[in-house]
């Protein structure tokens, strides 16, 4: 199978030729899990509907949820602006990842905003802050 010269065209892919691929639930817009696709694995996906990704470890394609039942049905596909990143909206059947959570960054939180102004905002009481 073959990607669209087009599309293909736009792909900004590392040194094995891969672009991730971000899997968000269409529904919630939850970020569900990230895995990689290359030429092959983006043209399977989006002649089938179904999410079809390259495992780095198997050095194989799968298509999510083949063996699990854990299926993704490709609502849109999108690119970032630079070409590097890959965006699938996706209805999730079942757990998204492997360890049988609803997403795989159900693991724990890192990070928090702890209420920090965002760039360019001014801090309460400074020049420039709303009175």
Same mark, same amino acid.
């Given at each position: 199978m073959?990607?669209?010269?087009?599309?293909?065209?736009? /792909?900004?892919?590392?040194?094995?030729?891969?672009?991730?691929?971000?899997?968000?639930?269409?529904?919630?817009?939850?970020?569900?899990?990230?895995?990689?696709?290359d030429?092959?694995? /983006?043209?399977?996906?989006?002649?089938?509907?179904?999410? %079809?990704?390259?495992?780095?470890?198997?050095?194989?394609?799968?298509?999510?949820?083949? %063996?699990?039942?854990?299926?993704?049905?490709?609502?849109?596909?999108? /690119?970032?602006?630079?070409? @590097?990143?890959?965006?699938?909206r996706v @209805?999730?059947?079942?757990?998204?990842?492997?360890?049988?959570?609803?997403?795989?960054?159900?693991?724990?939180?890192?990070?928090?905003?702890l *209420?920090?102004?965002?760039? *360019? @905002?001014?801090?309460?009481?400074?020049?420039?802050?709303?009175?």
């Amino acid at each position: 199978m073959s990607l669209d010269p087009t599309i293909a065209s736009r /792909l900004t892919r590392n040194s094995d030729g891969l672009v991730p691929a971000i899997a968000q639930e269409a529904g919630t817009g939850a970020v569900l899990m990230l895995a990689w696709m290359d030429d092959e694995a /983006l043209a399977r996906t989006l002649a089938t509907g179904r999410a %079809t990704y390259w495992s780095r470890s198997r050095r194989e394609y799968w298509v999510k949820g083949e %063996t699990s039942g854990h299926t993704q049905h490709v609502r849109s596909v999108s /690119l970032d602006c630079d070409g @590097d990143t890959i965006l699938l909206r996706v @209805d999730q059947v079942g757990p998204a990842c492997h360890t049988g959570t609803a997403t795989c960054f159900d693991s724990g939180l890192v990070f928090e905003d702890l *209420g920090v102004p965002a760039a *360019g @905002d001014a801090p309460a009481g400074s020049a420039g802050a709303p009175a």
